[in-house]
């Protein structure tokens, strides 16, 4: 999980231009695409093109598709572009509230904050911080996987959610974690041995002041995890329980003060 560079708009939007031509592409039939190589030909003939290279005969392809499919102009791109961004990064957007605990406990750092969420039903706060520019590592059922990269795909934030099959019990943060979000689902299968070694490992891997937020802790059934076992094993840290349907867990890890010099 380690942290991976912002992208500048123009970087965004060669990607996005990329994808479009590479769509048409894989759309038409081959004909269609040497009917376009011909045209490119005679476009760069005409131009008293002294050397007819590959790249510049893929280029021009590229240049004949982009005008046929009336590509968006950088400028209006940008535009719509930080429209749809400032929509994504709403919590209404995504089902949630002002006053989600996702919401108010998770204060994204763009470019600077990563985050692990595992379990079931964990697409929708992924999206969400995914959106305000956070780094999103995900952990759920092999069918889940392609849903939670196809969704993140289809809103434009395929480079910032990473889904992996892998459980709790083999994941090793690579990078400080800002936050940790799981169900009790996320520990189907172990024992309260395995419990304990897991959250040790994700505990140290928090950076201070990071948030493990325990969402769906249903009040009155038993779960592999209770609340009683997880104040004990996040003794030390700022606890807080709400209740409710579900109840919510929530540990904020302590800051350490810099050494008196």
Known sequence: MAQRPSHSLKYEYAQYVEREIEIYKESVPRAVLLSIADEA??????ADQLALTEF?????????????????????WRKNYTKLMAELRRPEH??????????????????????????????????????NGCDVTTLSEPDDVQR????????????????SAAGLESFTPDAPLTAVIYTPAAFAGLGAAE???VIQVLQSATADGGVHLVQ?????????VSIDELRRRYSGWDVTVEEGTPDSFMA??????EPFM
């Open 94 to 131: 995504w089902g949630l509230s002002q006053d989600d605990l996702v919401v108010r406990a998770v204060q994204p750092v763009a470019g600077d904050s990563r985050v692990l969420v595992a379990g079931a039903e964990m697409q929708t706060p992924a999206l969400y911080l995914a959106a």
């Open 148 to 163: 939670v990269m196809d969704a993140a795909a289809q809103a434009g934030l395929g480079e910032r959610v990473h889904a």
């Open 252 to 257: 904020r890890k302590g800051i350490t003060p």
């Open 216 to 224: 769906t802790i249903v009040a009155g059934k038993r779960t592999s």
């Open 41 to 46: 030909v005679r476009t760069l003939a005409e």
């Open 195 to 197: 419990r304990a070694r």
């Open 56 to 76: 510049l005969l893929c280029a021009e392809v590229d240049k004949i598709i982009f005008k046929r499919l009336r590509l968006q102009s950088y400028a209006v």
